[in-house]
Nanobody, 121 residues
Framework: QVQLVESGGGLVQAGGSLRLSCGASGSIFRINTMGWYRQAPGKQRELVAAISSGDTTNYADSVKGRFTISRDNAKNTVYLEMNSLKPEDTAVYYC???????????????WGQGTLVTVSS
């Protein structure tokens, strides 16, 4: 069983910054990819950014140049630094981690509970 706990959401004015954090715990052998997704009201969940165990990153076009994803493998933690925030960034942000658990060395695909980011204009 793998658990993800997110923190760092909140209310910010347009142009402001926020930093999201997500820590993974449980019976983890290895985490391969960690990422952030978001879901705005009435819209589908979409990928915001992802980072591999080798620090290869992938960003949605809408956040390139404004958001930065990073990870601390020793702490099983992923971060999302969000700058120049826009009202259209308002959404619930979900952390995701994919890897291998210790028991049986089976794959896992875990999600956090979500943290709300609201950007006011």
């Amino acid at each position: 069983q793998v658990q993800l706990v997110e923190s760092g959401g909140g209310l910010v004015q347009a142009g402001g910054s926020l930093r999201l954090s997500c820590g993974a715990s449980g019976s983890i052998f290895r985490i391969n990819t960690m990422g952030w997704y978001r879901q705005a009201p009435g819209k589908q969940r979409e990928l915001v950014a992802a980072i591999s165990s080798g620090d290869t990153t992938n960003y949605a076009d809408s956040v390139k140049g404004r958001f930065t994803i990073s990870r601390d493998n020793a702490k099983n933690t992923v971060y999302l630094e969000m700058n120049s925030l826009k009202p259209e960034d308002t959404a619930v942000y979900y952390c995701n981690a994919r890897g291998i658990v210790l028991i049986g060395y089976r794959p896992f695909d875990a999600w956090g509970q979500g943290t709300l980011v609201t950007v006011s204009s």
